[in-house]
T-cell receptor
């Protein structure tokens, strides 16, 4: 079956512009996660959606970052007024039920964001 | 706060060797420990998941162990092959359900 997909695969933008990154989780997975991988910081958690619960936004680095998940499926990560330090690979993952003890997180290929 | 460390940061071995990658974590209250591989420019591929109640998991030439009391997990790769060359990441999940990742071990297996 289809895995987690992300689009675009690459995005180059100018400083100050807004960008939207999209994630399509595996069908039937109720949990969706966004992570960021950058050279200086490694892989870090950004935000977590589980079913209809309020998302865990504790990893978002600033209020320029936001995410939504419509209809319990597709998610969009939006970065407003991009800065050069936002340059990174943004990875999306999904899991079946969001149960931390048993559920494997499956990752998409990522979106490489470059802010000039 | 959970912190995850991986040693070594890089490893280069000849084909056929058995090798061990190490992962240590500071908070023993983890729910599970996952091992991933990442190829250059690619996403993460899940290799093994060890639940907190388990001590090890095996898949093919891979064996991962978990010792919560000492805060350690190891990934054992038997009879390494050039195709095993990649970065290996471990991640721990605690009661917040999100993965806290180590910095990875970059493995190169040469023919």
């Amino acid at each position: 079956g289809a895995g987690v997909s992300q689009s675009p695969s690459n995005k180059v933008t100018e400083k100050g512009k807004d960008v939207e990154l999209r994630c399509d989780p595996i069908s039937g997975h109720t949990a969706l996660y966004w992570y960021r991988q950058s050279l200086g910081q490694g892989l870090e958690f950004l935000i977590y959606f589980q079913g209809n619960s309020a998302p865990d936004k504790s990893g978002l680095p600033s209020d320029r970052f936001s995410a939504e998940r419509t209809g319990g499926s597709v998610s969009t990560l939006t970065i407003q007024r991009t800065q050069q330090e936002d340059s990174a690979v943004y990875l999306c993952a999904s899991s079946l039920g969001g149960r931390g003890d048993t559920d494997t997180q499956y990752f998409g290929p990522g979106t490489r964001l470059t802010v000039l | 706060k959970q912190e995850v460390t991986q040693i070594p940061a890089a490893l280069s071995v000849p084909e056929g060797e058995n090798l061990v990658l190490n992962c240590s974590f500071t908070d023993s209250a983890i729910y599970n420990l996952q091992w991933f591989r990442q190829d250059p420019g690619k996403g993460l591929t899940s290799l093994l998941l060890i639940q907190s109640s388990q001590r090890e998991q095996t898949s093919g030439r891979l064996n991962a162990s978990l010792d919560k009391s000492s805060g350690r997990s190891t990934l054992y790769i038997a009879a390494s092959q050039p195709g095993d060359s990649a970065t290996y990441l471990c991640g721990g999940v605690n009661n917040t359900d999100k993965l806290i990742f180590g910095t990875g071990t970059r493995l190169q297996v040469f023919p």
